[in-house]
């Protein structure tokens, strides 16, 4: 224990703290108009749109980030479907048409696959009818116009708007928001003893800029054009104009992000601004500020307001992880919101950061030459800068939830705790030093690429450690196969996988030939779907209790956790497969163009897709068991899991201001099993010994 | 927004206000263990965040520099505004500490009785709008103000003229090209340039000053040369634009220096304007928290101060490696 | 084994090998790795679940079986690294043929093509700028530059010698492409203002397809391109057959003055 901690003893807990000597001073006004009005109700608007209390607000975050996830999801069905039936009218009918067909489909095509291994002969060839023909008033046509999906076919840019959505929905307005605001919110202050969170103006502000900058970014796809690029396809750009989203990948590299989607009339800067991809850098200003706000706020409520004896080394897992995820958020994210800046400016003022002299879009030269000259690079080592640190704010927050998980249905302590804690902060600070390994294709000389593939050899180390750790943890163990824990251990070999097969990527050479091919969807696909969506599934499962005061459905559960892990698996399983055959990513068509090198591996298209589909089937009985269990699940206890941590020591729901009495802490996070303790778990609240102290050295 | 540093931690409802000061300690106390109070480690995490965001720029301006095919020279930019703005808010930072001086020492006083806090923050501000209006003048400056690049073959139709003017002319290799700059006379319209297919110049004199670094023009001196038609000292200069390379004024649009220099000098005006309107609120309506917790208001006023501390020193870098460099 | 196994093509330069070599042994590296930790993982699962194991160990697992593991894990990174990424690497972006025995060729991209730019029997490429660009021009020669006039323009198609090395600079005139080429296993980013050069010796006569490999917008799938692999003979006749610039370009560019 170390002595910072012996003088916090001074304030006894933040729900009496203004009683207390150390604050009574200064405070003492605060009391006198106590009664008055500390007990006054908020309307509506105050208790749910409105609300200052980081439960609600946590809340907020999470049914807010579903739905984008949703969103997300839907997105990139849409372009599943282009990319295994290209040209082919997207409705309902078809839809169900091919997943009802896949099963007979797959098992010849097995057939098909056993025999050309033994060298029988084989037919690769699929035996289509002629495609249909586009339809009449589709769902899709209707949604999206006629200019997206004419007939409910799928137009490339239109493809293009929704990978671009696709990627950014759910990198920063689903997981992101879901991860660290989300389960943050709801759970940090919770686990550290916290009375709020240390800013809850703050704390609402960054939910509403992040709400307001995510309906901003989903609202660009309907930014009318006049007409778009004829159907001969070879309009000038100068005249043609799109409307719709941002159509430039969630990288937005310049200068395609600055000469795509472009305005109605160049000399104005309302029309400028009011272009897909422009939106998208307001949007992404907006969201910037949220999460430097919720950063600031994190990082000072777990300095600031931990409890009276929860030291640093006595705090769960899931804290640290978050703490260090609020560090990347605060310093990685400002140099994106620079280089977002900087290409509003390109866009709207017409400068020339990121435009190099000399640029000819269709014959005719189109930047103001002589202008002293930009470069399209300076934004992608702005943006890899953040795009880096990003990838771990996904994912930390998730380790850490579910090292929660697997502590408490292990029922014992994690093993090496500290080795944990010391790995989440390498990870962390190597994170800034790893970002051009996305650039290894751009002219990359040998010194630099020494250094960026060694920073990655190395930053793979900690990501072991902690894995390692986990799998360990379950040594000795004593596993209640509860659904959390079904999803937390899921999760383990599933980021093993997207992160083993970020080890060849990490290497330059091999990216010569693995570079922006389905590998590297594949890689990065295991890690934030497979990985941290499962991850977050297991939070979600896990601290619903708290959260409602009662349980999911167990038997939903299962309903949901075998068949979205199988479907994961066959989603993206074999992108791998396609990617070593060279098929490359951003392709509406699926690589239908160069089908002669991809041979048999387009079939595989059809397998995912109908997958893909499936998967959202798969998520109904969640999505019935999340809002069915809010009013009919069963009732639990305050501390129905027998956990240990700080959270589980309050009524379900918590109450406003969290605790009914004062919160002391006496033990480490993770105290479970302890010799000679009469339950299997000891509460970090429950007055008594440290078995740290008691077993020290055999631990 | 996030440029109020201490306006959004509190309450403005004195209600709201004591809700939260019993769930969360540590608002006007610091806790023993970290030494700070939550307001101003906040404030430090968002300085912290701050120095990213400005360093994203400042290093995007090496970069660009670097790669750069010419660079302005370095007269461009008025020097002494620049440094009197940079005494400018010097000052206003002294101010700063003495109004969370006087708080500290509790002299409340009024705006106009010198040595208290409202009239330290009556200067702060003050200062504030000063530097603010010099800016403004700067950029106006910069609207009106044309460069011209005419190109070398034709160059020597122009000698005597621009001589006669005493002119100050800059060479560019990269481009081929020798630099005047100056005002306009008669129309500024692009379209309508083009299509009388010539401009006219006042140009700049000669300031003899020196380029700097890789590729930067040098100043040229302009032979009496026969042909061009002579003319006083403010007579346009009348140029063909078919011997003109580019032309523009000083805005984003024409040139990546102009471009970063417009970038960073209006996110820094913006973040002296969210500095001001806390300022303001301090100085006025939020300055009733004295009456009721005098230290809690040299709180605000010590976190407001460190934001503008910092934004001071964002000008002391960004004088120097704009103007001067 | 493990790369035709999981559908790579077969390899067509010579340094093809040397990749497929170190991805091959990193598969074998992750496929061991994740084997390894699967089975183990399973095994806990089974051996340590709460019907068999009611009573969990306070203390866990000892040793330092894990430690020899994890050191083994960065052992073997540091020879991939040292042993096979960085010298393959710097061969790649450091060990460029000779400018005479190597064949070299001037690539600008565009939306939503590939322009080749030979410079043609003197060896010497004709000054170029972007200003002169037009649909007869695709890379924009020069025609005041007498060194251009033998210079050869191709679009969409390259054609390379067996046997001999290429080293290809590669630019685009507007927005990012990656020339990719994945039977040579190499790419590499076309980007406008930089000029980035990359060398391979092709082994196989045959055609190649071209991949755009970076988002260049709606065309971008489309955005495919040809090499044509021909013995060092056959090459010779297959330049011979293109039009030089001096016969599509100079002639027109006289009239126009
Ligand atoms: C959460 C997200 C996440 C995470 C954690 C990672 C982790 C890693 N990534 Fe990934 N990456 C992305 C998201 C992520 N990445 C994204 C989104 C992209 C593409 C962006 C784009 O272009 O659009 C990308 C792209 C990308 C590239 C660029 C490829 C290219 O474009 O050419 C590279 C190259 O080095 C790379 C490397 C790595 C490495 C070395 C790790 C390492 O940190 C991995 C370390 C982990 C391990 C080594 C696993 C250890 C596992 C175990 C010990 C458990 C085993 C247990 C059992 C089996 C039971 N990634
Ligand atoms: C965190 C990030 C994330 C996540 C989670 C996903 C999830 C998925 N992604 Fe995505 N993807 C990206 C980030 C992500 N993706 C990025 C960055 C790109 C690159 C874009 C670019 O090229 O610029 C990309 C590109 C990309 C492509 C390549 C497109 C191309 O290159 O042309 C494909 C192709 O199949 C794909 C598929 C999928 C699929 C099938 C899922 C599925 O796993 C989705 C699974 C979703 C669910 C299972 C949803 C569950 C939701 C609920 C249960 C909601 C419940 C609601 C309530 C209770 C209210 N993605
Ligand atoms: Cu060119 Cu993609
Ligand atoms: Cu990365």
Known sequence: MDDASESSHAEITPATSHSTPGTAKHADHAHGHHDAHAHHEPGFWGKY???????????????????????????VLMMRWSIAYPGQPLTVANVFHKVTEAPSKFVHRIGENVKATFGYAHDFKEKEGAPPKPEEGTLAEFL?????????????????????????????????????????????PLQIGAGDMCFPRLNMASYHLFLWGGLLMLFSFWIPGNGGFGPDGVTPAAIAVEGGAAQSGWTSYPPLSVLSNPPLNPDSILSCLMTGQSIWLVAMVLLITSSLLGSVNFIATIVQLRAPGMTWMRMPFFVWAQLVTAFLLLLAFPPLEAAGIMQLMDRVAHTSFFMPDGLVWENVPITATYSGGGSPLLYQHLFW???????????????????????????????GQNTMVVGVWVLGFLSFIVWAHHMYLTGMGTKVAAF??????????????????MLITLWGASIRFTVPMLFATAFIPLFGIGGLTGIPLAFSAPVLYLHDTYY??????????????????????????????????????????????????????????????????????????????????LYWHQFITVSAFLLLLAQIPFIFNFFYSIWFGEKVSTNPWHATTVEWDTPSPPPHGNFTKPIQVYRGAYEYSVPGHPTDYFPQTEPGYDPADKFKGKH | MAHSPSSHDHAHDAGHDHEQH????????????????????????????????????????????LGAEHWPYQEILDIPLGLFNTAVLICSSITMVMAWAAVKRRRFGSFLTPGTYQFYMALTIGCAAIFLGVKSKEYNDKFVHYGVFIKKAAFAKYEGALHEANAGTKEYTTIEAYEITGHLHGTVDRKKITEQKFLEIIPDAKKGGHGHGGDAPKEVTVKPHGGGGSSDHGTPIKIDTEDIVRWGNFIPKYSTFFAIYFTMTGLHALHIIGGMLVLTYLATFGANLYKENPEWLANRVEVTGLFWHFVDLVWIFLFPVLYLL | MLNSLLGMPASASQHGFQIDQMIEFCHWFMLILFVGWFSFFLYLLWRFRASRNPQASYYGAEGTVFKHLEFTVVLIEAVLLLGFALPLWWQRTAGFPDEKTALQVNLVAQAFSWNYHYPGADGKFGRTSMNLVSSTNPVGIDPTDPAGKDDIMTVGEMGVPVGQPVVLRITSKDVIHNFAVPEFRTAKDAIPGTRIPIWFTVTRPGEYTVICGQLCGKSHAGMKGLVKAMPADEFRAWLGEQKTAGESLYPKAIAQH
């Open chain 1, 452 to 469: 960026f593939q060694t920073t990655t050899i190395i930053i793979s180390i900690p990501s072991v450690l902690i894995l390692t750790a």
């Open chain 2, 22 to 65: 019993e769930l969360i300690p540590y608002i006007v106390k610091p806790r023993p263990d970290s030494g700070l109070y939550n307001g101003k480690l906040g404030i430090w995490l968002f300085l912290a965040s701050e120095v990213m965001l400005f360093g994203g720029l400042f290093s995007s301006y090496i970069f660009l520099r």
């Open chain 1, 49 to 75: 749109v409105f609300s200052t209390d980081h439960k609600t607000i946590g809340l907020q975050y999470l049914i807010t980030s579903l739905l984008f996830l949703l969103f997300g999801f839907f997105m």
């Open chain 1, 144 to 188: 999206f116009s006629k200019k997206n999906m004419p007939g409910g076919v799928m137009q490339p840019s239109f493809y293009n708007q929704l990978g671009a959505m696709h990627g950014t929905i759910m990198v920063f307005l689903a997981i992101v928001p879901l991860g660290f605001a989300a389960f943050g919110n709801f759970a940090v």
């Open chain 1, 520 to 601: 590297v969807i594949g890689h990065f696909h295991y890690v934030v779907a497979p990985g941290v969506i499962t991850g977050a599934f297991g939070a979600i499962y896990h601290w619903y209790p708290k959260a409602t005061g009662r349980k999911m459905s167990d038997f939903l559960g299962h309903v949901h956790f075998w068949p979205t892990i199988l479907l994961m698996n066959c989603v993206f399983m074999p992108m791998f497969l396609q990617g070593m055959s060279g098929m490359h990513r951003r392709g509406f068509d699926g690589g239908a163009s160069y089908s002669d090198l991809l041979g048999g591996i």
């Open chain 1, 385 to 415: 800068f953040l795009g880096h640190p990003e990838v771990y704010v996904l994912i930390l927050p998730t380790i850490g939830a579910v090292t929660e998980i697997i502590a408490c249905n292990s029922r014992k302590p994690i093993w």
